[in-house]
């Protein structure tokens, strides 16, 4: 069944209503008309179920046959520090990590960045990419977009237990790092903190030690940078539990 996030004011009581562009989408790619079933996101962890009734050039309406809670969801709260890509590469970062089940990006500057900051239009295709990302992957609340940052403001604000994969650690593993993580909150926070295409400088990673953020190794292969973040979403998640059947 199609899916879709819509703001909260397009669903009231137990009737939808779509107006604008998602209309020609629904209507002539998607070919979906009265009586056909949709799934509709207000980004609150809820899922609706809608039958289509009427569906004009301008306006398309339904009514609720369901409430459920979104499976999607993860528990584990983790929030991706990714230092700016070239490219097109930042933009697979909040694809795939969308899809696995990171909850927030923070997009931030580091020393041996390359890539510019990215322009208003970019941002604009940053955030469709995790709209369609999570309806795809059946998310229940989408992954928050945070504004940019430099790399010390991002050591201070990162919450919960902090991780920063980094090619020179060779002492400890992100899977022990993880596992001597304690387990006993409903909703655990990580923050992982990725490096450009260069790396992180040891500056960088002294500082944020400074910060209690803890270095860890992804194995002894080196990665790419867009590879890095959803490595280690994808640990993280695995050593949480999260990406079991039942989860
Ligand atoms: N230019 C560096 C590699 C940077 S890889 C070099 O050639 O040595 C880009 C980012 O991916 C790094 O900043 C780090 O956060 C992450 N990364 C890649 N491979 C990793 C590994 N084996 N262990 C931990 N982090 C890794």
Same mark, same amino acid.
């Given at each position: 069944?199609h $899916?879709?996030?819509?703001?909260?004011?397009?669903?009231a009581?137990?009737?939808?209503?779509?107006?604008?562009? #998602? &209309?020609h989408? #629904?209507r002539?790619?998607?070919?979906? +008309?009265?009586?056909d079933?949709?799934?509709?996101?207000?980004?609150s962890g809820w899922e609706y179920?809608?039958?289509l009734?009427?569906?004009?050039?301008?306006?398309? !309406? *339904?009514?609720?046959?369901?409430?459920? @809670?979104?499976? /999607?969801?993860?528990r584990t709260r983790?929030? @991706?520090?990714?230092a700016l890509?070239?490219g097109?590469?930042?933009e697979?970062?909040?694809?795939?990590?969308?899809e696995?089940?990171v909850?927030s990006?923070?997009?931030?500057?580091?020393?041996?960045?390359?890539? /510019?900051?990215p %322009?208003?239009?970019? #941002?604009?295709?940053? +955030?469709?990419i995790?709209?369609?990302?999570?309806?795809?992957?059946r998310?229940?609340?989408l992954?928050?977009l945070?504004?940019?940052? =430099?790399?010390k403001?991002?050591? !201070?604000?990162?919450a919960?237990?902090?991780? @920063?994969?980094?090619? *020179?650690?060779g002492? $400890? *593993?992100v899977g022990?790092?993880?596992?001597s993580?304690?387990?006993a909150?409903?909703?655990?926070?990580?923050?992982?903190?990725? +490096?450009?295409e *260069?790396?992180?400088?040891? /500056?960088?990673? =002294?500082?944020?030690?400074?910060?209690? &953020?803890?270095?860890?190794?992804l /194995?002894?292969?080196? #990665? $790419?940078?867009?590879t890095?973040?959803?490595?280690a979403? %994808?640990?993280?998640?695995?050593?949480?539990?999260?990406?079991?059947?039942?989860?």
């Amino acid at each position: 069944m199609h $899916r879709l996030f819509l703001s909260e004011d397009c669903i009231a009581e137990n009737t939808v209503a779509i107006t604008g562009s #998602l &209309i020609h989408r #629904l209507r002539n790619v998607l070919r979906l +008309g009265a009586g056909d079933h949709i799934v509709v996101l207000d980004n609150s962890g809820w899922e609706y179920e809608v039958e289509l009734r009427t569906t004009g050039r301008n306006r398309l !309406e *339904g009514v609720v046959t369901n409430k459920a @809670l979104a499976a /999607g969801e993860p528990r584990t709260r983790i929030t @991706l520090y990714q230092a700016l890509l070239k490219g097109s590469s930042f933009e697979m970062v909040l694809q795939k990590c969308t899809e696995i089940g990171v909850m927030s990006f923070v997009p931030m500057v580091c020393e041996r960045c390359v890539a /510019g900051e990215p %322009t208003s239009n970019r #941002l604009s295709r940053w +955030g469709n990419i995790i709209v369609e990302a999570a309806q795809q992957s059946r998310r229940g609340k989408l992954p928050v977009l945070h504004s940019l940052v =430099q790399f010390k403001e991002a050591c !201070e604000i990162g919450a919960g237990a902090s991780i @920063l994969p980094w090619e *020179g650690e060779g002492v $400890r *593993g992100v899977g022990d790092v993880l596992r001597s993580l304690p387990r006993a909150e409903d909703a655990p926070e990580i923050s992982i903190f990725v +490096g450009p295409e *260069g790396g992180f400088s040891v /500056g960088e990673v =002294q500082y944020a030690q400074s910060w209690g &953020i803890t270095p860890v190794s992804l /194995g002894k292969r080196i #990665l $790419r940078a867009e590879t890095a973040g959803l490595v280690a979403a %994808t640990v993280t998640l695995y050593e949480f539990g999260e990406l079991d059947g039942s989860a």
